[in-house]
């Protein structure tokens, strides 16, 4: 567990990177600063959203891990790839 002050220091510096997200948009609002410093991504539609929760795909993190596990399955049988 960090320390307080320590906690309190990185929540102090989130919340200045993220004033500048989406062009400065909610630097004048402090509750959307702090929505911001906990979740980066204040939308879910479609665009932005989880797409398994729209189009059944899975996210673009599982979605390398699953390319990250071939590759590595196919280095350990001997089968030559590229490099990433
Ligand atoms: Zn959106």
Redesign the pocket.
Known sequence: MQSRALRRHHEERIKRRVKNYYGGLHRDDPRRVGQMAHARKL???W???NPRRYFNEPTLREQREAARRRRAASSAHGVPHAQP
């Open positions: 939308c879910s539609c665009m932005c959203g």
